[in-house]
């Protein structure tokens, strides 16, 4: 009984001593998360298995879950996240746990995590404190157009644009009255949605104080992809600087954030695109040059001497999943012979086109065996629940993406 009372005191006092940590005199740290897709988030709660497979992320898996192997919710880590298409645009609240991913109903919890779900975790362990996290996000948005800053001034087309939007016959007044529309329109909802939540905090984070304020201690930046495949956008995206405008939109975007919210040192972060992975590990050298360019173009305000030591940029080419990406590059070579036997080359099974069309798919079948294992199968199943284009839906990679947000905002 007395061994009982010392381990129930021991494990009060801790509780007491953790509260009075939480309960200090500082205000409230709210931190912004926006982009476009990857920032929505398209991993699977079921692809958490795959980080118990990995000493690297055995340990972060073990901060994202309970005893009982259940998605935690973290007392002291609340979010607002506002997303939807145009004709569901809603927000969900509450406090942080797996769910705050990709939705098809805003407002409802879904089966996805996004960097939000780490990020929360990480910076309230660092920080030992509540905080609030504010989420906007949208799939396929632009930073030349959807988040277009105000001080980025109008869209411009150029000749290239012009030239083949006459060669199809388009209304060039119409072209340009929908871009003028379409400008900044994301910007502008996200700064709103911001805005809004500041104004009535305990709408969302009920135990605030208004006594003590909150404080803007960061922003992390997580978007990409729809200016990398813009080639329209940026024709000479292949070449050094081909992608200088989206570095000058950023800038203008990271200034007028800071000015808006009147945070003029808000730290902010850059999730630089790394889909693909590392360059250096690319199967085919044909998009290294774009994929090369754009990721510099993204990470090159964090070197501008005015945001030096408040802006940084984090990688997330390291945090991709290479298992599954070799077995992907495998699957490749698979779908090639496909080609290849339909087409008799002359230096496959099939070049005398004698094969029918259940021999080929016996050939076929015994090739993707000789490539790809069964473990390799086995794994792709736990760690994979979408496309390359989202990370291929993996949470090991999702949550190494947001601890290092986290990171890059309370450790620096």
């Given amino acids: 009984m007395k061994k009982l009372s010392i381990i129930t005191l021991s494990y009060s006092l801790s509780c007491f001593f953790h509260l009075v940590t939480l309960a200090n005199d500082n205000p409230l740290k709210v931190f912004i998360l926006c982009g476009q897709s990857n920032m929505e988030g398209h991993a699977k709660i079921s692809t ?8 690297v992320t055995k340990p972060i898996y073990k901060e994202m879950v309970d005893a009982s192997g259940n998605p935690v919710t973290c007392d002291h880590v609340w979010i607002s996240y506002f997303t939807g298409g145009r004709d569901n645009m809603g927000e969900g609240y509450g406090k942080l746990t797996a769910g705050y991913g990709s939705r098809r109903v805003p407002s409802e919890i879904g089966e996805k995590i996004g960097p939000e779900f780490t990020f929360g975790i990480y910076a309230q362990k660092a920080l030992k404190e509540p905080i609030l996290i504010i989420k906007t996000a949208w799939g396929g948005k632009s930073i030349h157009t959807d988040f277009r800053p105000p001080s980025a001034g109008p869209y411009v087309f150029n000749k290239n644009e012009l030239d083949n939007f006459k060669r ?9 009255a929908e871009k003028t529309e379409q400008t900044g329109r994301f910007y502008g909802l996200m700064m709103d949605h911001v805005k809004k939540v500041l104004a009535d905090i305990k709408r969302v984070y009920p135990q605030y104080n208004e006594k003590k304020g909150y404080e803007l201690a960061g922003f992390a930046w997580f978007q990409g992809w729809n ?6 956008t940026y024709p000479n995206r292949d070449k050094p600087g081909g992608y200088d405008a989206y570095t000058d939109c950023l800038a203008h975007f990271i200034r007028d954030v800071r000015r808006d919210l009147n945070a003029p040192k808000m ?9 693909g992975g590392p360059l250096d590990k690319y199967a085919s050298p044909r998009y290294v040059p774009v994929h090369g360019n754009f990721r510099n173009a993204m990470a090159a305000p ?32 698979v779908n090639q012979m496909v080609g290849f036997l339909k087409s008799k080359h002359k230096d ?8 029918s069309a259940a021999d080929q798919k016996n050939y076929l079948e015994k090739y993707r065996k000789k490539l790809i294992s069964e473990e390799e199968e086995a794994y792709a199943k736990i760690a994979r629940s979408n496309g390359g284009y989202h990370y291929y839906g993996s949470a090991k990679t999702m949550a190494q993406i947001g601890k290092a947000f986290a990171e890059a905002l309370v450790g620096n």
Wanted: glycine share 8%; hydrophobic share 40%.
């Fill in 302 to 333: 964090a070197e501008m001497p005015e945001f030096k030591g408040n802006v940084f940029a984090v990688r997330t080419a390291k945090f991709w999943d290479m298992r599954l990406k070799e077995l992907e590059d495998k699957q490749t070579k």
């Fill in 267 to 275: 730290k902010f972060v850059i999730g630089v695109m790394g889909v």
């Fill in 348 to 355: 496959h099974a099939n070049s005398d086109g004698s094969m």
């Fill in 48 to 55: 958490f298995e795959a980080m118990k497979l990995d000493p």
């Fill in 227 to 232: 200016d990398m495949v813009a080639s329209g």
């Fill in 168 to 176: 199809r016959g388009k209304d060039i007044k119409e072209v340009k």
